[in-house]
């Protein structure tokens, strides 16, 4: 995804500039609109307590590629098989008998058949995309198709033979970024590992010549960074923010307590532009370009040596002064981006006076003078019950952004405390709904008198 900051990729810590949005996803806004004070309590409670989850839909797709997968790929096609027998068989049984298309690629991820030309079948397992699938998917990569740019690559809009609509991105074809090679090996491997609600969905690569294309589920809302923009004139509420939050604290839990096969997954990159939102604004986190496994605690390792990846604003101290990277670096992250959710404001604004350019910083110092009210997005209304959820994030914010990771929350913990700060935004957003509608009542009757 297109930074806000800055993305570090160094074990001298060198900074590469990526650059700002350009292009934003297709489809239209649901965005819930602030308006009176009224209406917007009033929708604060509705979207409490209507915001639900839907599922991603099962999704099908065609084909193979024609060359054999790397041999780890197949061991990891290995185990997801195991994991999802049964959903294998089903969705199994389900492309043999549908049989519409030529090639089918069962609705689990990771798992496929074949019927093409009616007698050849591909071993389960292989990921691959074929370049004419790719072509025919993205309309030969029409600029009309187009739905991003990032520091790997183009990103377009796609629909599978059987409709299903994809992410393709394609990595920009530079020889001399070794870099870009890594983030396409790291992004499969990662994302052939997980599924999950709240992760962006994998549908499978391609790799060929000069070419590297992933394709994942395609998440139509655009991301968290340009619903915190405005970008569509539509203000993203508290109560929707406190959703992401979890959502996105729900996806992380799930990459570091993954235990279905090894080590736990560090994300790296945690950060409102790598958050894409569904049509119901349900987050789910995106790139696992810089991803990693973390330490094996069998072993006794506490963390992982290794340079220095992620953006700038983002970043751990703890991480960026020791190169030791353990889960407690995405929690740093996740506090960041809490602060974000509180304030709308990007994690580093160049713009601002001085004490206050350092977003994180300038919050932190407000909510332990006893002023964190004064962080809240000004787009935001305040009242008793988005007062006490800006109160208690913060806290919580500030528990995250320690400075040592002993000092930091599991993510787990993170998303138990979100749970309880949402219970009581949403039991006190119905009293101040209460309050406001007998207040309006009794000037209804005063005027009538
Ligand atoms: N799955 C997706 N569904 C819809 N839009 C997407 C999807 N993935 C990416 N995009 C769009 O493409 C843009 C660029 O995303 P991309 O993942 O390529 O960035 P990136 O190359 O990883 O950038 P960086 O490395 O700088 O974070 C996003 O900001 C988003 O608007």
Known sequence: ??????????????????????????????????TSGFKTAAKSVAVAFTSCFTPPETKSSSSFG???????????STMIKIIHTFPFLVSFMSDVSSAGSDRKRSSRRGIYTSSYNSTQTTEPG????????????????????KIGQGGFGTVYKGRLDDGTLVAVKRAKKNVYDKHLGVEFQSEIKM??????????RFHGYLEHEDEKIVVVEYVPNGTLRERLDCLDGNILDLAARLDIAIDVAHAVTYLHMYTGTDHPIIHRDIKSSNILLTENLRAKVADFGFARLAADSDTGATHVSTQVKGTA?????????????????????????????????????????????ITTRWAMKKFTDGEGILTLDPMLLR???????????????LQCLAPTRQGRPSM?????ILWGVRKDFRELSASDLRSLSSLSQRSISIIED
């Open 1 to 34: 995804m297109k930074s806000p900051g800055t993305h570090w990729s160094s074990k001298k810590q060198s900074l590469e500039e990526r650059s700002d949005f350009s292009s934003v996803s297709s489809s239209s806004s649901t965005s819930r609109k602030s």
């Open 383 to 397: 009242n008793p019950s988005t007062n006490l959820a800006v109160e208690k994030i913060l806290e919580l914010a």
């Open 313 to 357: 604003g983002y970043l751990d101290p703890e991480y960026l002064r020791t190169y030791q990277l353990t889960e407690k670096s995405d929690v740093y992250s996740f506090g960041v981006l809490l602060v974000e959710l509180v304030s709308g404001r990007r994690p580093i604004e160049p713009k601002r006076e001085l004490k206050e350019r």
């Open 126 to 145: 292989t990921l691959k995309f074929t370049m004419p699938e790719i072509y025919k998917a993205t309309k030969n990569f029409a600029p009309s198709f």
């Open 412 to 416: 787990r913990r993170c998303a138990e």
């Open 66 to 76: 024609e060359s054999e997968p790397p041999s780890w790929l197949r061991q990891l």
């Open 191 to 200: 994302l052939a590992r997980v599924e999950h609600l709240n992760l962006v």
